[in-house]
């Protein structure tokens, strides 16, 4: 059975960080490219940030010097650690597997920027 889940999310002041997690099960997690989207409130849902399985990172222009995606293969796990945190980067923030045509989602977790 397929499973992601994300943990991290939460509440924080701008300027804050906060690490989101994605724990992965039921497919071969270091075959497949891993990205996290998010998708705020009336907004169509965005591509942030990119791990290829060859170790590469892709982000968003708006993200780029704040946001780093990084993987434990041994762990089955993807990261995405905030830094510097802005209220536009409230989201519901995804995890997604991709390898060829198959795609996984997670179920999202809510990160809220506020003072």
């Known amino acids: 059975q397929v499973q992601l889940v994300e943990s991290g999310g939460g509440s924080v002041q701008p300027g804050g960080s906060l690490r989101l997690s994605c724990a992965v099960s039921?497919?071969?997690?270091?075959?497949?490219?891993m990205n996290w989207y998010r998708q705020a409130p009336g907004k169509e849902r965005e591509l942030v940030a990119t791990?290829?399985?060859?170790?590469?990172?892709n982000y968003a222009d708006s993200v780029k010097g704040r946001f780093t995606i990084s993987r434990d293969n041994a762990k089955n796990t993807v990261y995405l650690q905030m830094a510097s945190l802005k209220p536009e980067d409230t989201a519901v923030y995804y995890c997604n597997a991709v390898r060829f045509t198959t795609r996984y989602w997670g179920q999202g977790t809510q990160v809220t920027v506020s003072s």
């Open positions: 791990s290829t399985t060859f170790g590469g990172t």
């Open positions: 039921g497919f071969t997690f270091r075959t497949y490219v």
